[in-house]
Nanobody, 122 residues
Framework: QVQLVESGGGLVQAGGSLRLSCAAS????????MGWYRQAPGKQRELVAG???????NYAYSVKGRFTISRDNAKNTVYLQMNSLKPEDTAVYVC????????????????WGQGTQVTVSS
């Protein structure tokens, strides 16, 4: 079993900042990719930012320059620093990890957290 536990969500005024954390634990051999997705009411889930084990990052256009993703490989933890928040950033933010379960198999699996609510008031 692999668990992803998110923290750091909450209510903030427009222009404010929040930092999300997601820690992976359990039976996982290695994690290649970790990312943050979000889903607002009535909308599809969308990628916010992702990062590989080597540090390569990608961002949604709407958050570039405002959000920064980082990770601590030793702790299997990914962070999302969100600055200059806007009301349209309001959503449930969900963490995703892609990794291998064992050293003898190259198969990778997707793991998802439960999500943390981010609400930005105008």
């Amino acid at each position: 079993q692999v668990q992803l536990v998110e923290s750091g969500g909450g209510l903030v005024q427009a222009g404010g900042s929040l930092r999300l954390s997601c820690a992976a634990s359990g039976s996982i051999f290695s994690i290649n990719y970790m990312g943050w997705y979000r889903q607002a009411p009535g909308k599809q889930r969308e990628l916010v930012a992702g990062i590989t084990s080597g540090g390569t990052t990608n961002y949604a256009y709407s958050v570039k320059g405002r959000f920064t993703i980082s990770r601590d490989n030793a702790k299997n933890t990914v962070y999302l620093q969100m600055n200059s928040l806007k009301p349209e950033d309001t959503a449930v933010y969900v963490c995703k990890a892609v990794g291998r379960r064992s050293s003898w198999s190259l198969l990778e699996y997707d793991y998802w957290g439960q999500g943390t609510q981010v609400t930005v008031s105008s």
